[in-house]
């Protein structure tokens, strides 16, 4: 299970994030009412996809004692009227064969935040 806690103050749009012992803020930028103080919301998911995917694969390869030294994982998102998409981009550095990268790309269409993004999220919000 994961949890994290937001808080904001009177500060646009400043927010304080609180995950385990972990303190992150984010924000939005100055063009949009914000101090640009920390990351916007949408950056932090594309971080959160790109951080699956790079741990998921190191997970895997070291399972296969494949010789993947590093991974890298750009994550765009963008939205054209009602549809959004994001585009993640591998790179693999490694003496990998082609079988073995292709066996990687795949592994990436199934980490948890891949799937959690591609079937959706039942969301309930509670009033306290």
């Known amino acids: 299970m994961a949890h994290a806690t937001a808080r904001l103050g009177t500060v646009n749009y400043a927010v304080a994030l609180t995950m ?37 694969l190191r997970m895997y390869a070291q399972r296969k004692e494949w010789a993947l030294r590093e991974t890298q994982v750009d994550v765009d998102s963008r ?4 549809e959004r998409t994001m585009l993640r981009r591998l790179r693999l550095e490694g003496e990998l064969d082609s ?28 009033l306290e």
Not at 27 to 54: K, N, V
Not at 110 to 121: E, I
Request: glycine share 8%; net charge negative; proline share 6%.
């Open 20 to 56: 385990r012992h972990h303190l992150l803020s984010a924000d939005e930028p100055i063009e949009r009412g914000g101090q640009d103080a920390g990351p916007t919301p949408s950056e932090m998911l594309c971080a959160a996809l790109a951080a699956c995917t790079a741990i998921t």
């Open 99 to 126: 079988e073995q990268r292709a066996r990687l790309a795949d592994i990436a269409e199934r980490t948890p935040v891949t799937l959690t993004l591609k079937q959706g999220v039942r969301i309930t919000t509670v």
């Open 79 to 82: 939205t054209e009227g009602a």
